[in-house]
């Protein structure tokens, strides 16, 4: 897990601009749209999607890191009732850390894409 950092200046802000250009970047990544709002595919399964709400991002995310992260920034991690049995987790784009949306980007990636596929990303047949 990338570490958590303190509150961040509206210099570093995040637009789901930066979200697009960052996950379309992961090999065999295609978008389209999942509860009506835009979304992100690696072989068809879902990995990230703008919330309906606004400027929120849904990842996939490992149940004891999203316990770590929103321990660590309620402002910037937290889910909803919806969320609360599914391995999922809510991000505030104004306040989350460019290298930390990468790295959660990154990590949701691999928790959907087939093994033969992370393994070409880390440079493996």
Same mark, same amino acid.
């Given at each position: 897990?990338?570490?958590?950092?303190?509150?961040?200046?509206?210099?570093? !802000?995040?637009?789901?601009?930066?979200? /697009? %250009? =960052? !996950? =379309?970047?992961?090999?065999?990544?295609?978008? +389209?749209?999942?509860? +009506? !709002?835009? *979304?992100?595919?690696?072989?068809?399964?879902?990995? *990230?999607?703008?919330?309906?709400?606004?400027?929120?991002?849904?990842?996939?995310?490992?149940?004891?890191?999203?316990?770590?992260?929103?321990? *660590?920034?309620? %402002?910037?991690?937290?889910?909803?009732?919806?969320? &609360?049995?599914?391995?999922?987790?809510?991000?505030?784009?104004?306040?989350?850390?460019?290298?930390? &949306?990468?790295?959660? &980007?990154?990590?949701?990636? /691999?928790?959907? !894409?087939?093994?033969? =596929?992370?393994?070409? =990303?880390?440079?493996?047949?």
């Amino acid at each position: 897990m990338a570490s958590v950092q303190g509150p961040k200046s509206n210099q570093s !802000a995040v637009t789901f601009a930066t979200v /697009r %250009k =960052l !996950a =379309l970047a992961m090999p065999e990544t295609t978008e +389209g749209t999942s509860y +009506g !709002a835009p *979304a992100f595919f690696v072989r068809g399964k879902l990995f *990230a999607r703008k919330h309906q709400s606004g400027e929120v991002l849904v990842i996939k995310i490992d149940m004891s890191e999203r316990r770590q992260r929103m321990a *660590a920034d309620p %402002k910037t991690f937290y889910i909803t009732d919806h969320y &609360l049995k599914h391995p999922m987790m809510l991000v505030r784009l104004s306040s989350v850390y460019p290298d930390d &949306l990468r790295d959660l &980007l990154e990590q949701s990636w /691999r928790r959907s !894409a087939p093994a033969r =596929l992370t393994a070409s =990303l880390d440079g493996g047949p």
